[in-house]
């Protein structure tokens, strides 16, 4: 693979509490379960795209507890280049996520280190690293705005592709869409950041993103997921799977896509390997242990290839 993959991003620890239904405001409910894994955006796409085949680099922070050392500990096990991974004092970023017995999770993130990532540093980084248009450059909103921003922006300045995959989305973020040339998103967020309501069909929804950046991909669960291009309208549907846990699916999903993008791969090629990489990631508990190796994807493809359809 010519090509690196940098994330700039979040790197959090997930409290994961397994309950038999959403609790209702103003009650407690008893969990079944609880785990404390590796999670965060960021960092669930970097190990992604590292158990992919990509050679990774991370630009994030991290805290001084020891759930953070944790988190250098097993980023590190996984081959991602940490150079420019900075610690600050206190906690790391926290996520505490409720996962139903239907896999069905809501998470809440408190950003912790996460907040202390600058532009600076990142610019600093990034200078470093001297990218080029072999490389590719993917980042999400856990991290300051700011942040994404100069993330973008250099990396546009190289010529390396930039990938935003825009969750979790705030609306101060419409601005960083002029700087990405492939925005990912659920369909929740393409409705936010499109401005619309919930009635107008998600089709719809995309063309009206795609006036706005080269191109825009929607995933829809089990629905599969959408590509748009000026010219290209594609449709993957999933492969049917059991469903243990929908964490991090989108960040294997946006992750294998980046690989492919690295890997000099058509657009429906990616999009059918970032679907099955998503599937796989549902059938797992947890964020980063769930993650698949390129072996299983490639495996997978093999097996149950994914109907594309034009739209
Ligand atoms: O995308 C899943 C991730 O969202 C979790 O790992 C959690 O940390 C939050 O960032």
């Known amino acids: 693979m010519p090509g690196r993959c940098l994330v700039v991003g979040s790197v959090n620890t997930d409290i994961v509490l397994a309950v038999p239904r959403f609790a209702m405001p103003g009650e407690t409910l008893l969990a079944t379960g609880v785990s404390v894994i590796g999670g965060g955006k960021g960092a669930n796409q970097a190990v992604a795209a590292a158990r992919l085949g990509a050679h990774v680099t991370l630009i994030a922070a991290i805290g001084g507890d020891p759930f953070s050392d944790l988190r250098y500990n097993e980023l590190e096990q996984e081959g991602i280049d940490l150079r420019f991974l900075i610690r600050v004092p206190g906690l790391g970023g926290l996520a505490l996520i409720e996962c139903t017995t239907e896999g069905e999770n809501r998470i809440v993130v408190a950003a912790g280190a996460n907040a202390a990532l600058d532009v600076a540093r ?21 991290i300051p705005l700011p942040a994404v921003e100069a993330a ?160």
């Not at 990142?122 to 856990?142: F, H």
């Not at 190289?158 to 659920?186: F, H, M, Y």
């Not at 009206?208 to 291009?229: K, S």
């Open 122 to 142: 990142v610019r600093g980084a990034m200078q470093k690293l001297e990218l080029c248009s072999d490389d590719v450059v993917l980042t999400q909103l856990e």
């Open 152 to 311: 973008l922006c250099l990396a546009g300045e190289s010529g390396a592709r930039r990938l935003l995959n825009a969750t979790p989305w705030k609306d101060e973020a419409t601005e960083l869409l002029q700087w990405c040339d492939v925005l990912i998103v659920n369909a929740l967020e393409a409705r936010q950041a499109a401005g619309v309501g919930g009635v107008e069909p998600i089709e719809l929804v995309a063309t009206q993103l795609v006036e706005r950046v080269p191109v825009v991909v929607v995933t829809l669960g089990a629905e599969g997921a959408l590509l748009l291009t000026e010219r290209k309208r594609l449709r993957c549907r999933a492969p049917r799977v059991p469903v243990v846990d929908t964490t991090a699916a989108g960040d294997a999903f946006t992750a294998a896509l980046a690989v492919s993008l690295l890997e000099g791969e058509c657009w429906e090629e990616a999009l059918r390997r970032a679907v099955w990489a998503g599937a796989l990631t549902v059938g797992r508990a947890g964020a980063q242990p769930s993650l698949p190796f390129r072996r299983e994807l490639e495996q997978a493809i093999g097996t149950a290839p994914l109907i594309l359809e034009r739209w």
